[in-house]
């Protein structure tokens, strides 16, 4: 199971990234563009993946991944279920979630 504290710790982890509200749940920005959300209510995250990523974590554990309903999840927005990934995952997937949203180093 991942916590807040350790989805704050690992998401903040990354370069220049800023915690901020949004709506009923935190989110985690870089350059004022959310890579990830955690929606404590619920207990899970949404992540920005690309496409394909998207379909490989999803195909691989569907009931812990899966798209957000209608145009989000089409554009590779992603429910976590934080109670059931193990940590080594989230982590994966968070980072190319970051790395999805972050400006491209030349």
Not at 29 to 49: G, S, Y
Not at 96 to 105: D, I, R, W
Request: proline fraction near 5%; glycine fraction near 2%.
């Amino acid at each position: 199971m991942i916590s807040i504290e350790t989805f704050r710790n690992l998401a903040l982890s990354f370069e220049n990234t800023t915690e901020e509200p949004h709506f009923e749940k935190t989110s985690f920005r870089i350059n004022k563009k959310i890579f990830a959300t955690f929606d404590e209510k619920n207990n899970h995250a949404v992540l920005k993946l690309n496409e394909i990523d998207q379909s490989v974590f999803c195909a691989s554990s569907e009931m812990i991944f899966y798209p957000l309903p209608n145009k989000w999840g089409k554009q590779g927005w992603t429910i976590v279920e934080l109670s059931k990934v193990r940590p080594e995952m989230f982590e994966d997937a968070l980072k190319l979630s970051y790395q999805n949203v972050a400006p491209k180093k030349k």
